[in-house]
Structure formats: structure tokens, C-alpha cells
């Protein structure tokens, strides 16, 4: 079982930046896949990024590539999102999430979620 608690969010002018933080509970988390996911209002759940158990693999959607990064840190089983050159099309509750196993873009293959942090970007 893993808890992940989302930390970070909050209000940002066009262009700005943040950092949000997923702590996860539990002593396994490096053998997690970590991925990152976004909903905003009346809109689906979108992958955004997710990152392997040893860090050495990231994948990002389009839309938010060369601007974020997704990082860990094992040691404090904790995963990072770092968003820079914020967009209001950016406002979302921002989820993360854990599973066991390969690369996937897919929500429903992710077994744990933590409960969101809102991300809102005004113009």
C-alpha cells in the first residue's frame, strides 16, 4: 500500500513558476513508476509526465515539454514536478500517482493517487 500526499500548488502569474512535491508512504516507493496527471474543469484527466523507479527515464506530453520536469528522490520518496513558463491553459488539480511496472500514459494503469493540489495560472 502507498499513500501519496501532493504539496505545491497554488496562484501564478502567466510565466511563473512552481514546484509541486508528492510524498508517498511506505518503504518502496523506488520500486514505483511515478507519473504526474492534470483535470481541469469539464475537462478529462491528462497525462502530464511520469518518471521510472531510478529516474533514468522521463516522458512528457507535448504540451508541457521543455517546460516541466519531473525528478525523484529516493531517499525522501518524494517526486517533483518543476513548472516553469506557467500558461493559463496550465490550471488544473495536479494528481500523483504510483505503479508497478513499465512506462504507461495511462491513468488507469496507475494503482495508488494522491488527492490533487489546484494549480491556477492567471493571465
Known amino acids: 500500500q502507498v499513500q501519496l500526499v501532493e504539496s505545491g500548488g497554488g496562484l501564478v502569474q502567466a510565466g511563473g513558476s512552481l514546484r509541486l512535491s508528492c510524498a508517498a508512504s511506505?518503504?518502496?516507493?523506488?520500486?514505483?513508476?511515478m507519473g504526474w496527471f492534470r483535470q481541469a474543469p469539464g475537462k478529462e484527466r491528462e497525462f502530464v509526465a511520469h518518471i521510472s523507479w531510478h529516474g533514468g527515464t522521463t516522458y512528457y506530453v507535448d504540451s508541457v515539454k521543455g517546460r516541466f520536469t519531473i525528478s525523484r528522490d529516493n531517499a525522501k520518496s518524494t517526486v517533483y514536478l518543476q513548472m516553469n513558463s506557467l500558461k493559463p491553459e496550465d490550471t488544473a488539480v495536479y494528481s500523483c500517482a504510483a505503479r508497478r511496472g513499465g512506462t504507461t500514459m495511462s491513468a488507469q494503469d496507475y494503482d495508488y493517487w494522491g488527492q490533487g493540489t489546484q494549480v491556477t495560472v492567471s493571465s
Open positions: 511506505g518503504r518502496t516507493f523506488s520500486s514505483y513508476w
